[in-house]
């Protein structure tokens, strides 16, 4: 189980870090304008800011789980 809690914990942590990244900086934009992809851009904020909810709720909850051990 150990192992398990150790993956969620480090998944949510990297997963949170990666999006928050490509929520707050211009990463996925000029990525995304240099491929000629610039109309997709309004439609990032849909899957961004839920999948980073997930990766913050999945780390904290992973940090809930270590801590009742």
Do not use: H
Not at 17 to 36: D, K, N, S, W
Not at 43 to 64: H, N, S, V
Request: aromatic share 12%; hydrophobic share 60%.
């Amino acid at each position: 189980m150990k192992l398990k809690q150790s993956v969620s914990l480090k998944t949510g942590i990297i997963g949170s870090i990666i999006l928050a990244l490509c929520c707050f900086t211009p990463i996925l934009v000029v990525l995304l304008g240099g491929l000629g992809l610039f109309a997709v851009v309004g439609y990032l904020d849909l899957a961004l800011f839920p999948a980073l909810a997930f990766f913050i709720g999945l780390t904290m909850f992973a940090l809930w789980q270590q801590s009742r051990r």
